[in-house]
């Protein structure tokens, strides 16, 4: 670990959850107290998008958290103390007042769907620091297999475009087993968002999460499946006789599945209907004489298709 990590943290536990509040800290220019400092020493990590996007549990407009705490005192768990710094992607620049909008599961791996528990938003101050206090979210099933320990968070600097991703933690066991925490390379590289987490004098862990956004581009065609749906996977592929889809939506759409051939051509439609925020699982069971070979299920909202998967029938 570089030393202007050790540095930081060190900094940000000699302060309480309130000394750290938006404007109490002295204001600064961008940039002051880096330049100074050797580039090659910064963690310059750009911070990737999630590959299972938003997911299907996001409630909009979440309250803004007071005091530094996202979970109430009665709140069951283990507490846990997130902190970091918002920079730009050289990391020669502060960026304060970034929107920080968190929510994750309780300590039982339960979303509240209803209310705001464990939902909410934070900003970046005047140095461009943020912190917050809640729970290590549990574990949940996502079909076969638990899905490791995260936190959600859509990161929204002034005037640029939000960016939705998720937070893991090292040594959670299922985190070689998940489809989004184990990718390691390309545009979902999932390794500098896995971060290490330590047990204070307060019995509470403490994290350090640098955010580091370019704040350029809006979300392309290619990226829709990040806000508005995608399917997760297709099993059992290749497949003799039929196959599951699982798929969510994120916001209530009209919500459709198709089936394609390599040349392009509708092979079915499997549904069509109104669908709320969830998971759903759908079957395509083909004809008999449909030939082998590959195929592409892809996912429609509102008549766009947001994501695709492909499978191959024996």
Known sequence: MKVLNKTRRQFLKNFS???????????????NGIAAESKATLNCNLTTPD??????????????????????????????ILSGQV????CTELIHNAVIDVWHANDAGAYDNVGYNLRGITYSNNQGFYMFETILPGHYLNGANYRPSH?????????????????????????PIDAAASISSGQYDATHRIIPITMNTDGKYEGTWDIVVDGNGTVGMS????????????????????VNINYGVFHENVVSLWVFDLQGRTVAKLEEKSLKAEKYTATWQPDSNLP????????KVNDIQVHYIKVLKH
């Open 51 to 80: 590959y299972y996007g938003e997911g299907p549990f996001y409630t909009p407009n979440p309250p803004t958290i007071q005091n530094n705490l996202l979970v109430a005192s009665t709140e069951p768990g283990v507490r846990l």
């Open 223 to 242: 990226d829709l499946h990040l806000e508005k749906g995608m399917i997760y996977s297709a099993s059992p592929n290749p497949f003799s006789d039929s």
């Open 151 to 175: 936190i959600h968070l859509k990161i929204t600097p002034p005037g640029f475009a939000t960016l939705t991703t998720q937070l893991y933690f090292e040594g959670d066991q299922y985190i």
């Open 17 to 31: 959850l309130a000394s750290l509040s938006v404007g109490l800290l002295p204001t600064i220019a961008k940039g």
């Open 87 to 90: 920079r730009t992607l050289d």
């Open 292 to 299: 082998k070979g590959y195929y592409f299920i892809a996912l």
